[in-house]
């Protein structure tokens, strides 16, 4: 069964940073890419981030690039996003996903994202 | 980035009913056209990719059309699991970008 846990959300102050984990399970990671997405409270979906199954390959949005970064550890079959000069409108739910297609050397992101963790809340407020 | 827009933001429908989502793209997206549900407090559900490919396990009731900038997602006979936001994203170019939902609620 194919799993995806996210952790490391919390509050933090504007300008602070933190660390978002999705540990996976129940498929070859380093064969899929993946990606982040967020949803602020009450809003639509946000595509943040994504990164190949290599790892060689990444993307951001404009609204968050420069100060977050994307990775992944596929000895932990976990992905990572590092999320710096955090700012007030970044507070939101951030869910990682899966892509539905394996594929190693790029970001496979053509026929959408098959599994979703539950989420990780970040709140960035003073 | 490619702008998403749907139609309508909300409806309110019966069991039963015929339901059309509308999706259109600020430029042609070819087939690269993915519809998800979202259930409150849930993560979304893939249900349809390449607009009109029925994702593994979704109902057949669920079907996709559309190419080029505009796309429909259509249930067919809407039962009581199917009240949810139906997002639409293309997946042509990155940054990946979602239109702004389509709340399907019971009339």
């Known amino acids: 069964e194919v799993q995806l846990l996210e952790s490391g959300g919390g509050w933090v102050q504007p300008g602070g940073s933190l660390r978002l984990s999705c540990a996976t399970s129940?498929?070859?990671?380093?064969?899929?890419?993946m990606s982040w997405v967020r949803q602020a409270p009450g809003m639509g979906l946000e595509w943040v981030s994504g990164?190949?199954?290599?790892?060689?390959?990444?993307s951001y949005s404009d609204s968050v690039k420069g100060r977050f970064t994307i990775s992944r550890d596929d000895s932990k079959s976990t992905l990572y996003l590092q999320m710096d000069s955090l700012r007030d409108e970044d507070t939101a739910l951030y869910y990682c996903?899966?892509?539905?297609?394996?594929?190693?050397?790029?970001?496979?992101?053509?026929?959408?994202?098959?599994?979703w963790g539950q989420g990780s809340l970040v709140t960035v407020s003073s | 980035d490619i702008q998403m827009t749907q139609s309508p933001s909300s409806l309110s429908a019966s069991v039963g009913d015929r339901v059309t989502i509308t999706c259109r793209a600020s430029?042609?997206?070819?087939?690269?056209l993915v519809w998800y549900q979202q259930k409150p407090g849930k993560a979304p559900n893939l249900l349809i990719y390449?607009?009109?490919s029925l994702q593994s396990g979704v109902s057949s009731r669920f079907s996709g059309s559309g190419s080029g900038t505009d796309f429909t997602l259509t249930i067919s006979s809407l039962q009581p699991e199917d009240f949810a936001t139906y997002y639409c994203?293309?997946?042509?170019?990155?940054?990946?970008?979602f239109g702004g939902g389509t709340k399907v609620e019971i009339k």
């Open positions: 996903a899966k892509d539905l297609e394996p594929c190693s050397s790029a970001i496979c992101y053509e026929r959408g994202h098959d599994y």
């Open positions: 129940g498929f070859s990671f380093s064969n899929y890419g």
């Open positions: 990164i190949s199954g290599s790892g060689t390959v990444t």
């Open positions: 430029q042609s997206i070819s087939r690269y």
């Open positions: 390449s607009a009109s």
């Open positions: 994203q293309q997946s042509y170019i990155l940054p990946l970008t």
